[in-house]
């Protein structure tokens, strides 16, 4: 009999008992209470890198860098969190989006190049779920037609890539900028929202200086219309304790995403599920396990009354949503976007989580599918 961590319980007064987290926060926090610094390391190879309040104000503030206005073109990807479209919208430019790949759901660099056009002011791959985009690709078609990339890795910080030269890159260090978010949910999170980005132009970083703060180069000075989006100083405090154990986490989840592929591997699901695409040359880190499952809600709902939680990222592409419908896309425009909102399942990966209670997951996966067979 598997050992198991005490349950806690769901949101719902009549749902059934966790039998561990989706995220142990907790247990993470306490390797590292007893320490404090002072602000936030440098994470990535850039040059430059500026705290700010949040995720998406990072990708807000390095799309104002760009100087990205009315009647404007972004272009992203469909699949994703709402803030890398969103950012666009606000600042009344247009998202325009392309396919993701099914393997890798990132912006699908092989539909790139046919979305560009005159208007086009910056190109958004997302490094999601923990992936590298395909950015070489990216990157070339991107100096072909002389437009920055901004490279959206709030769910990827750690993570690596390597060119046709063999050479590794961290995200964050290959477009012109790159956004990252310090939420508690993220691979390096704080105790509430933080962000930060990155550069190796000395220019883009003494203008995203300014736009965090009021678009001020010395008190009362307002050289640009900016925005109040400082890094408050008790996350950067924790952020600096925390990254002292990124690797160490970072090794975790990939160790634990070994462990799932050989247990589903051993187990004979991997005809009933598709495990999550990591190509040589990209190095995951996984902030999310994703698996792809037909009768996916049933399976979640299988899983839930046997206690372990699950999240789905996530339920439906932007184009579908409300906010979304003034671009115009129809049902079908991007039908792998869609296909991997219908059937994407996040299963536990977090650093902490231990063999046997990956083992009971996969069992109960077993059960759901052998009902099934």
Same mark, same amino acid.
């Given at each position: 009999?598997?050992?198991?961590?005490?349950?806690?319980?769901?949101?719902?007064?009549?749902?059934?008992?966790?039998?561990?987290?989706?995220?142990?926060?907790?247990?993470?926090?306490?390797?590292?209470?007893?320490?404090?610094?002072?602000?936030?390391?440098?994470?990535?190879?850039?040059?430059?890198?500026?705290?700010?309040?949040?995720?998406?104000?990072?990708?807000?503030?390095?799309?104002?860098?760009?100087?990205?206005?009315?009647?404007?073109?972004?272009?992203?990807?469909?699949?994703?969190?709402?803030?890398?479209?969103?950012?666009?919208?606000?600042?009344?430019?247009?998202?325009?989006?392309?396919?993701?790949?099914?393997?890798?759901?990132?912006?699908?660099?092989?539909?790139?190049?046919?979305?560009?056009?005159?208007?086009?002011?910056?190109?958004?791959?997302?490094?999601?779920?923990?992936?590298?985009?395909?950015?070489?690709?990216?990157?070339?078609?991107?100096?072909?037609?002389?437009?920055?990339?901004?490279?959206?890795?709030?769910?990827?910080?750690?993570?690596?890539?390597?060119?046709?030269?063999?050479?590794?890159?961290?995200?964050?260090?290959?477009?012109?900028?790159?956004?990252?978010?310090?939420?508690?949910?993220?691979?390096?999170?704080?105790?509430?929202?933080?962000?930060?980005?990155?550069?190796?132009?000395?220019?883009?970083?003494?203008?995203?200086?300014?736009?965090?703060?009021?678009?001020?180069?010395?008190?009362?000075?307002?050289?640009?219309?900016?925005?109040?989006?400082?890094?408050?100083?008790?996350?950067?405090?924790?952020?600096?304790?925390?990254?002292?154990?990124?690797?160490?986490?970072?090794?975790?989840?990939?160790?634990?995403?070994?462990?799932?592929?050989?247990?589903?591997?051993?187990?004979?699901?991997?005809?009933?599920?598709?495990?999550?695409?990591?190509?040589?040359?990209?190095? +995951? #880190?996984?902030?999310?396990? /994703?698996?792809?499952?037909?009768?996916? *809600? &049933?399976?979640?709902?299988?899983?839930? @009354?046997? !206690?372990?939680?699950?999240?789905?990222?996530?339920?439906?592409?932007?184009?579908?949503?409300?906010?979304?419908?003034?671009?115009?896309?129809?049902?079908?425009?991007?039908?792998?976007?869609?296909?991997?909102?219908? +059937? #994407?399942?996040?299963?536990? /990966?977090?650093?902490?989580?231990?063999? *046997? &209670?990956?083992?009971?997951?996969?069992? @109960?996966? !077993?059960?759901?599918?052998?009902?099934?067979?």
């Amino acid at each position: 009999m598997h050992s198991i961590t005490k349950p806690t319980k769901l949101a719902e007064h009549s749902a059934p008992l966790l039998l561990f987290p989706f995220l142990d926060l907790k247990a993470e926090y306490a390797l590292m209470k007893e320490e404090i610094r002072a602000a936030v390391d440098k994470v990535v190879g850039c040059r430059f890198a500026l705290g700010c309040a949040s995720g998406s104000d990072a990708l807000l503030l390095a799309l104002m860098a760009l100087g990205v206005g009315s009647g404007d073109e972004v272009i992203t990807s469909p699949f994703t969190f709402v803030a890398t479209a969103g950012s666009i919208s606000r600042l009344m430019a247009k998202p325009v989006f392309v396919d993701i790949d099914p393997e890798t759901y990132s912006l699908d660099a092989k539909q790139l190049e046919t979305a560009i056009t005159g208007r086009t002011k910056a190109i958004i791959p997302v490094h999601l779920f923990g992936l590298p985009a395909e950015m070489e690709t990216i990157t070339q078609i991107a100096r072909a037609h002389r437009v920055p990339v901004i490279e959206d890795a709030a769910q990827a910080i750690g993570a690596r890539c390597r060119d046709s030269r063999y050479q590794y890159k961290n995200v964050g260090d290959i477009g012109e900028l790159g956004c990252f978010s310090f939420f508690p949910s993220k691979n390096l999170g704080g105790a509430g929202d933080g962000g930060m980005i990155t550069t190796n132009n000395p220019d883009f970083a003494e203008r995203l200086a300014m736009l965090r703060d009021h678009g001020s180069r010395k008190k009362y000075q307002y050289d640009l219309l900016g925005m109040n989006s400082r890094l408050d100083s008790l996350q950067a405090a924790i952020l600096r304790v925390k990254i002292r154990y990124l690797d160490g986490f970072t090794n975790a989840r990939q160790r634990n995403a070994d462990r799932y592929r050989t247990l589903f591997e051993q187990a004979g699901l991997d005809k009933w599920i598709t495990l999550p695409g990591h190509p040589e040359g990209r190095q +995951h #880190v996984y902030n999310q396990f /994703v698996i792809r499952a037909q009768e996916r *809600d &049933q399976l979640r709902d299988h899983l839930r @009354a046997r !206690g372990i939680p699950t999240e789905i990222y996530y339920p439906s592409p932007l184009h579908l949503q409300p906010a979304f419908a003034y671009l115009g896309y129809p049902q079908g425009a991007f039908p792998q976007a869609e296909d991997a909102s219908d +059937h #994407v399942l996040a299963l536990p /990966v977090f650093p902490q989580m231990t063999e *046997d &209670q990956q083992k009971i997951v996969v069992d @109960a996966i !077993g059960d759901f599918f052998a009902s099934r067979a």
